[in-house]
DNA sequence: ATATTTTTTAGAATTATTCTAAATTTTTCA
DNA sequence: TGAAAAATTTAGAATAATTCTAAAAAATAT
């Protein structure tokens, strides 16, 4: 675990948002100003890799970093802002796993699952262009 | 609807695979063999935004294009082939919906299900190689 | 402490995708 | 129908994200 891992996996860690690896970069800038753009994507492969963090890929293609507690995505359609979406409290998460084992008789190991809405923002500027 | 977006959607719609626009533009010019790239990449954002196909994005960044029946994949952790799983024989899609509207509050307008397994190919090399 | 291995750096290379401008095709409607 | 307008295609240049390369630096093992 070198300087330059540990701290990508704080950053990643330590935001609330979902990080582009270009984001990462910049805030990883702040704290050793000499770390080259290629060590973040040799590093965020490697975390991904070993399971430290996770990279999820928007419907738009680009990629995003996000810590591994277990929580699905909500994307607005219209302006792509994430939301964060508990995938925990109601054990959905059991039940579709349950779901796709009997439906495909298969060991489900994960899942990805990305929601689409409009959120309230959107939905307010698409009732005053009517 | 041009000959070329024409013969786009339907290497799409007749294509059991989950083709990369590459392969699109590949399969494209045994049709038309002076169609352009860019016609491919064009006609597919085209077809993608009016709704008649379908982007996947792949947990490795790729892109693929799926017809639009509407239906759920699992990708093999280890060799990333893509199987499709229905979503409809079960109802799981709509159990999905409602699971998360009642989560998040939100009018949940669609989703995508990524799965993960471990397909019967790898599982058995992996079994060897222990 | 020295040798070996791993990681980092900087920049070049690659790949997927988009942009541009001219040519072509399609659509409109007088 | 046929000229004008609009949309699409083409070919290639441009861009952006990511990976590769080879040397330097750092970490680890002996």
């Known amino acids: 675990m070198t300087k330059q891992k540990s701290i990508i996996l704080e950053i990643i860690n330590n935001s609330c ?6 984001a990462v ?3 990883s800038l ?6 080259a753009l290629a060590t973040v994507y040799n590093n965020l492969n490697a975390l991904t890799a070993s ?3 996770k990279r999820i ?3 738009d293609g680009s990629a995003h970093y996000d810590k591994t507690i277990p929580h699905d995505h909500m ?4 302006c792509h802002k994430i939301t964060d979406v508990s995938s925990y409290g109601n054990y959905t998460d059991k039940k ?5 084992e009997k439906a495909t008789g298969e060991n489900i190991i994960g899942y990805d699952l990305i ?13 005053k262009n009517i």
């Open 75 to 78: 994307v607005c359609t219209v």
């Open 51 to 53: 399971g430290d963090i």
């Open 25 to 27: 970069y910049e805030k």
């Open 17 to 22: 948002e979902h990080l582009t690896a270009e």
């Open 115 to 127: 929601l689409y809405h409009v959120c309230g923002d959107c939905a307010k500027k698409q009732i």
């Open 30 to 35: 702040e704290k050793l100003p000499k770390i």
């Open 96 to 100: 579709i796993k349950k779901a796709y």
């Open 57 to 59: 890929n928007m419907p």
